[in-house]
């Protein structure tokens, strides 16, 4: 049930009407319907692992009590190790361990020795990836004296099964969230009218940009060795705005739909393609893995490898990379290209400007000057490059893209894409790029919302028309449901 088709349409609006009708009164009952909705919503995508689900939030919710009782204290680091050793072993077994038993075999094949190891038929849960980083984020809040253990069970629960972004994200912090349920939620008219907006802004990247630039990129990708080269290379630019417009438009639509509930969950992106190096990028890109992979994982290894200097700081960046790259999918080709993006860091160390914002100077016409403008492409065709990585079944098949891309018919005119996917492309930056102090392009303030209803209408207007036009709802699922 993905957030583009009608049948969850037709659950959220049960789910809406029961949450501010039935349970307007009491916090417990809103609380418990919508713990319900999302076991059901969870249960609806793979039954059989909502014994997992609640297995884990129940361990780790007396993990996170034993922690707070024995602060201070070695048990109480114990309990954290405890917990975040058991959620990568989930994350591992559950996602990676054919891949190691696979990589282990190719190993032994290519050294001459035959083995007998096979991988096993396991099903992996959906979210896992998001959950058990949210449980990890919780042990470790808790064990540093950050926040609180939660002592209401349909509170944690929630913030480990909330089914707006227990599929795809964002990846929300446990200090942040689980005081918004503690608090009486009270129907808040210009924050609806703000979800609204943002779930269909975020349709609309999906259905109507995200998915008719799918028919171009799969078209060329899979017959890439007979395409020009010049195809792909348009292909290759083309399936980064087609990432870009997904997985934003996931994330829009996913923070939408918690504003209807009453929540304010974190941030995804914040224009990624306006910066001009791969640092921001990084930071306005995915925010809510970023900086959850920089918290834990890249501060803790800067300070343990900073008496290496430029190489300790490149080594903390390189492994941060890797595993972000590896948190996207089982297989090398993930981890290349975590390399890949660590690569691109060498630079901005060696200049000493890899902490340092560049502000962005504007003409009189509110646009970028031609220096940055350069910078900017620079930054995505960097990142474009990347996406081919990834975008490859394995390591081989990726250099036989690269090779590819730039040994067939480089100058001839490349196969063309609909004009309405430049139209799209373009409108869709202009857009961004005027409303890019705004968290996101169609937010605006509660004066607006009460004294501009026209031009507010017309916008919607407008975005359901190509929706309905040119989107096609339902039939694609979102890229980002595979991590």
């Known amino acids: 049930m993905i957030f583009n088709s009608f049948d969850f349409l037709g659950f959220f609006i049960i789910v809406f009407l029961l949450y501010w009708f039935v349970g307007k009164k009491n916090n417990s009952i809103q609380n418990a319907i919508l713990l319900v909705a999302s076991y059901v919503f969870y249960g609806i995508a793979e039954w059989r692992m909502i014994p997992l689900l609640l297995a884990v939030t129940v361990i780790f919710y007396f993990l996170g009590l034993g922690i707070e009782k024995n602060q201070d204290s070695k048990k109480s680091d114990a309990l954290k190790v405890a917990g975040v050793v058991l959620g990568v072993g989930i994350l591992l077994y559950f996602k990676y361990f054919n891949f190691f038993i696979q990589s282990f075999a190719d190993f032994f094949n290519m050294i001459g020795l035959h083995t007998n190891l096979h991988t096993f038929n396991i099903i992996m849960p959906l979210g896992v990836s998001y959950f058990t980083f949210k449980l990890i984020s919780y042990v470790i809040e808790v064990n540093r004296g950050k926040m609180a253990a939660c002592r209401n069970f349909v509170f944690f629960a929630n913030f480990v099964s909330f089914f707006p972004t227990i599929m795809s994200g964002p990846i929300d912090r446990p200090n942040k969230f689980i005081p918004q349920l503690e608090n009486k939620r009270t129907f808040n008219y210009s924050l609806s009218m703000e979800g609204f907006q943002q779930i269909l802004w975020g349709l609309f990247k999906k259905v109507v940009i995200a998915d008719n630039l799918g028919i171009y990129v799969n078209e060329i990708w899979s017959n890439y060795q007979t395409a020009s080269s010049s195809s792909f290379i348009v292909a290759m630019i083309l399936y980064l705005f087609q990432l870009y417009a997904d997985f934003s438009g996931y994330s829009d639509m996913a923070i939408g739909v918690a504003k209807l509930l009453g929540f304010k969950v ?41 008496n290496m200097d430029n190489w300790g700081l490149f080594l903390a960046i390189l492994i941060n990379m890797v595993i972000i790259g590896l948190w996207h999918g089982a297989n090398w080709t993930y981890a290349v290209f975590g390399v890949y993006q660590a690569l691109l860091y060498i630079p901005l160390i060696i200049s000493g400007k890899m902490n340092k914002r560049q502000k962005i100077k504007t003409n009189k016409l509110g646009l970028p000057g031609f220096v940055d403008i350069m910078k900017m492409v620079g930054v995505f065709l960097l990142f474009a490059l990347g996406t081919v990585i990834i975008r490859a079944n394995d390591v081989p098949h990726a250099i036989d893209m690269f090779r590819t891309m730039f040994t067939n018919e480089l100058f001839v005119m490349p196969l063309g894409t609909s004009p309405w996917n430049l139209f799209f492309i373009v409108g869709l930056l202009l857009f961004e790029w005027y409303q890019r102090d705004r968290e996101f392009p169609l937010q605006f303030n509660e004066e607006f919302y009460q004294n501009k209803k026209a031009i507010l209408l017309l916008i919607d207007i407008v975005l359901c028309f190509f929706i309905t036009t040119l989107g096609d709802q339902g039939s694609n699922t979102f890229i980002y449901f595979q991590f």
């Open 266 to 306: 974190t941030p995804n992106f914040k224009y990624p393609f306006f910066t001009v190096n791969i640092a921001e990028f990084w930071r306005r890109w995915h925010m809510s893995l970023t900086t959850w992979v920089t918290d834990y994982i890249f501060t803790p290894l800067n300070v343990k490898f900073r």
